[in-house]
């Protein structure tokens, strides 16, 4: 199975677009519109799987450059997400960095 990453889409691609492009290379298993998660909006890009490699071999060198609704597009086999550190998320501790932390120190002696 391979997945392919498609960059650089114009915002009014839907998935059926998407697979109706790459079906024309061969069997497609899932295609993956990204969207912001704020607004539902799409966010230019998408994942397509297909399970021969030889096909996405094909799609690949076929449709990278290509342009598409006016865009060039990026096509290319996708690289695993990279690992990110773990961020304090709202309403979880913020240790140090909290208000007291801001309040200065007075001492009496």
């Known amino acids: 199975m391979k997945s392919i990453f498609i960059g650089n889409l114009n915002f009014e691609t839907s998935e059926s677009d998407v697979r109706v492009t790459f079906e024309q290379y061969g069997e497609v298993r899932r295609v993956t519109m990204v969207t912001d ?3 539902g909006l799409p966010r230019g890009f ?6 021969d490699d030889e096909e996405a071999a094909t799609a690949i060198a076929d ?4 342009q598409a609704g006016g865009r060039t597009l990026t ?19 913020r240790g140090d960095y909290g208000a007291s932390a801001l309040k200065p120190s007075y001492s009496r002696r």
């Open 63 to 66: 449709l990278n450059g290509r």
């Open 46 to 51: 998408a994942f397509v799987e297909m399970p």
């Open 75 to 93: 096509v290319n086999e996708a690289r695993p997400r990279p690992e990110r550190p773990s961020t304090p998320r709202a309403g979880h501790s």
């Open 37 to 39: 998660r704020d607004t």
